[in-house]
Each structure stands twice: as structure tokens, then as C-alpha cells.
């Protein structure tokens, strides 16, 4: 599915933030006008419906554009019990080139492992038995931990209380998008800020 390229190694660079080993899984340019930083729960049914319904329309009239430069955060919240183990598993996969087919399946399966728990039957049906391998022993590594945790930092400095939240960054301002949006609401924003 093309909707979850937003966070994929095909257009995003890994990069490394300026704490040290921790990634930035970003799609399109860094030097867009605008920044919009993503912090998603794989287990919120409102995250799924943002990744679903207008992530594919952002991607293909902004981020393709060099008009926005787009990072995912993974965020997961403490009152999904696998949600955790869900970003785990999501920012592994970075690390072995699979983000896009480990996203879009967690979110297109989100109801069957948000009741079982069995994320990694998940994972399994995107990747060979090889990456997943490597994907479940990454997921178990420190570094992993510590990623979502800075992410999980990050999103507290920017007053982040659920999900999705969008951090809308234009000219040093940020502004922060909570929950629901509609695609006409978020594109009329974006395009008002391009106007400054």
C-alpha cells in the first residue's frame, strides 16, 4: 500500500539526530517549507483512520511536492497494551528497509492483534522469514527502548497528550494538530502557512 510510504526508506534518509544513534524516519526533503512530525500509536483506531484516509493525499500532493517534509514519532500510549511492542517491532523494521510493509499491516490488522496480542503473525505475513528474524531480535535491543522513549520525550516537549498529533512546523513556529482532522481541514492549514 502506497498510503504508509510517508514513513519509508524509498524517499527517507535514515538519518541521525543530534542525541547520538537514534533515527529519524522521514519522507521527502528536509529543506521543505514545511515540517509536520507524526506521533502515531499502532493500537489508536484514530491513527489508523489518519494512515487510511490522508496520509496517501498528503504524501502525494506535499511531501512528492518538497513542499513538506514528513517524520514519523512513534508514541505509543500506555493505555494500549501492545502498543509498545507494536513500535518495537515498527522501528526494527527501519533498520532492515521494512517500515512501509510493517506499518501498513499493523494498522491494516490493527483489530485482530489489538484483541490476541500476536503482533509478530503480523509482521510475519510482510516480511521473510530472514527479516523477521532480524526485526523481532532488533526489536529486543536497548537502542530500540531508548528511540521510543526519546521520541516519546520529544512529544512531551511538544505537549503531545494523544494521538495522532501532528506537529506542524513552519519558520520556527509549531503548531500542534490534535486527534481527528479531516484531509480539506489540514490542507487549507498547510496552505495558508506556504502563504506566509
Not at 44 to 72: A, M, T
Not at 101 to 113: I, M, R, S
Not at 116 to 124: I, N, Q, R, Y
Amino acid at each position: 500500500m502506497r498510503r504508509f510510504s510517508a514513513i519509508t526508506l524509498a524517499l527517507g534518509a535514515l538519518a541521525v539526530s543530534a542525541f547520538g544513534d537514534f533515527t529519524t524516519k522521514g519522507l521527502g526533503q528536509k529543506t521543505a517549507p514545511v515540517t509536520i512530525e507524526l506521533f502515531s500509536d499502532y493500537q489508536c483506531p484514530s491513527c489508523k483512520n489518519l494512515h487510511d484516509q490522508i496520509l496517501g493525499q498528503l504524501i502525494d500532493e506535499y511531501v512528492k511536492k518538497g513542499r513538506v517534509y514528513l517524520v514519523h514519532r512513534e508514541f505509543p500510549l500506555p493505555q494500549h497494551p501492545y502498543a509498545r511492542k507494536a513500535a518495537a517491532l515498527a522501528a526494527a523494521s527501519y533498520r532492515v528497509g521494512k517500515y512501509e510493509e510493517v506499518g501498513n499491516a499493523l494498522f491494516a490488522k490493527q483489530t485482530a492483534w489489538s484483541a490476541t496480542g500476536k503482533l509478530e503473525d503480523v509482521v510475519a505475513g510482510v516480511v521473510s522469514p530472514a527479516d523477521l528474524k532480524k526485526i523481532v531480535e532488533l526489536s529486543k535491543q536497548p537502542a530500540i527502548e531508548e528511540e521510543i522513549n526519546y521520541e516519546i520525550g520529544l512529544g512531551r516537549n511538544a505537549e503531545v497528550n494523544q494521538t495522532p498529533t501532528m506537529v506542524i512546523i513552519h519558520k520556527g513556529k509549531k503548531y500542534p494538530i490534535k486527534g481527528n482532522v479531516t484531509y480539506t481541514v489540514l490542507r487549507k492549514f498547510i496552505d495558508d502557512l506556504l502563504k506566509k
